[in-house]
């Protein structure tokens, strides 16, 4: 199934995500339907709260971005149980958008370099590093496990320039060619 993407104003984006266990009920499921959400909306990462679930799961495909990007190339990976253990080296500002935030682009800094403990969809556990455009998307996506989105790494003038935009996108003015699930809406995904 395709989940609608919960929007930016919505409590359960700014929770902290939960650990999970091999036996999570429905987990093959979940992770098929957040690959098919992402790919719906056209997003390269898509992580579980963002379909209204505070478990630590995000997907990523960069594939979509290779051709400007080819350390991105056949980059599809499922990470359970994420957590980041070192961040390192220069901080490195790119353009970043993210699918509850529509409309809003903007730069955000980040460091180049991560080094990251997770589980893959065959609950092989991993402790790996990763470096430039992919530690970006995996930051990102690690952020909303944790309640943070990218628009709170912003600077403070950025941020006071957001704020009205921002109120507005979560009462709806926005445009979005995919499901959306606005805060005060009830999430129906299990
Ligand atoms: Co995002």
Not at 168 to 187: E, P, Q, R, V
């Amino acid at each position: 199934m395709i989940y609608p993407i919960v929007i930016y104003g919505h409590p359960v984006l700014r929770q902290v995500s939960e650990d999970i266990d091999k036996d999570y009920p429905d987990l093959a499921n979940i992770i098929e339907n957040l690959f098919d959400t992402m790919y719906k909306s056209d997003g390269v990462g898509l992580a579980a709260p963002q379909a209204g679930l505070s478990i630590r799961i995000f997907v990523i495909d960069g594939s979509p971005l290779a051709e400007d990007e080819p350390s991105l190339a056949g980059f599809k990976k499922i990470f359970i149980n994420a957590h980041i253990t070192e961040k390192s080296g220069d901080k490195i500002s790119m353009e970043e958008g993210c699918l509850s935030i529509p409309d809003i682009r903007e730069e955000v800094k980040r460091e180049n370099y991560i080094r990251l403990e997770y589980y893959d969809e065959n609950w092989q556990f991993h402790d790996e590093v990763f470096e430039g455009y992919t530690a970006r998307i995996i930051q990102h996506e690690y952020d909303h496990l944790d309640g943070i989105l990218f628009t709170d790494k912003v600077s403070p003038l950025r941020k006071k320039l957001l704020q009205g935009k921002l109120k507005g996108i979560s009462k709806g003015h926005f445009d979005a060619d995919y499901k959306t699930i606005l805060a005060g809406k009830k999430i129906k995904n299990t």
